[in-house]
T-cell receptor, first 112, second 114 residues
Framework: GENVEQHPSTLSVQEGDSAVIKCTYSDSASNYFPWYKQELGKGPQLIIDIRSNVGEKKDQRIAVTLNKTAKHFSLHITETQPEDSAVYFCAASPGGYQKVTFGIGTKLQVIP | GAVVSQHPSWVICKSGTSVKIECRSLDFQATTMFWYRQFPKQSLMLMATSNEGSKATYEQGVEKDKFLINHASLTLSTLTVTSAHPEDSSFYIC??????????FGPGTRLTVL
């Protein structure tokens, strides 16, 4: 089955700096890679996703890159703000309503 | 974006009782819904995949007779924790899948078994 590794497990940055979270996956059949933000006591929220036919995708301050050859993908948050503080999960799926495998999560703290 | 609701948001029950959690996709039809369990400071653990009109597929180690899943319509799936015990206390989260393979999550249900 799929195995998703995520690092770092915790990340502290100063407000305004960039944050990068990296993930690797094992199953070459995976072709859908979503990222979720989870605030304390809430369900995960889909913030951005990327599919295997795309190498990079950007949405305002958030960008995701994918390297299918190396089987790794990354989340980049620029100009971080205190409200970006949360736990971020990467995930991988072969698509077709099949299950999504999650990384362990990264607790991001943005220091004002 | 797609909205998924869960009810109740929290529940406290006595050991031995059963608890039902509802998951609804509010603005789209979800052929497939997923049920997760999350312990504090840990990732989401998939419990089962629920397909409308058919039996759920449970992950290895998840007791299907304890965690009953019913996906009766394209917008509703329910998880019933039967004969709950304190070790069942956890954060239960559902998600609904779309035709584009996206999964949208509900807000979660905090279950505390006394």
């Amino acid at each position: 089955g799929e195995n998703v590794e995520q690092h770092p497990s915790t990340l502290s940055v100063q407000e305004g700096d960039s944050a990068v979270i990296k993930c690797t996956y094992s199953d070459s059949a995976s072709n859908y890679f979503p990222w979720y933000k989870q605030e304390l006591g809430k369900g995960p929220q889909l913030i951005i996703d990327i599919r295997s036919n795309v190498g990079e995708k950007k949405d305002q301050r958030i960008a995701v890159t994918l390297n299918k050859t190396a089987k790794h993908f990354s989340l980049h948050i620029t100009e971080t703000q205190p409200e970006d503080s949360a736990v971020y999960f990467c995930a991988a799926s072969p698509g077709g309503y099949q299950k999504v495998t999650f990384g362990i999560g990264t607790k991001l703290q943005v220091i004002p | 974006g797609a909205v998924v609701s869960q009810h109740p948001s929290w529940v406290i029950c006595k050991s031995g009782t059963s608890v039902k959690i509802e998951c609804r996709s509010l603005d789209f039809q979800a052929t497939t819904m997923f049920w997760y369990r999350q312990f504090p400071k840990q990732s989401l653990m998939l419990m089962a995949t629920s397909n409308e009109g058919s039996k759920a597929t449970y992950e290895q180690g998840v007791e299907k007779d304890k965690f009953l899943i019913n996906h009766a319509s394209l917008t509703l799936s329910t998880l019933t924790v039967t004969s709950a015990h304190p070790e069942d206390s956890s954060f239960y989260i559902c998600s609904a899948g779309t035709v584009n393979n996206e999964q949208f999550f509900g807000p979660g249900t905090r279950l505390t078994v006394l």
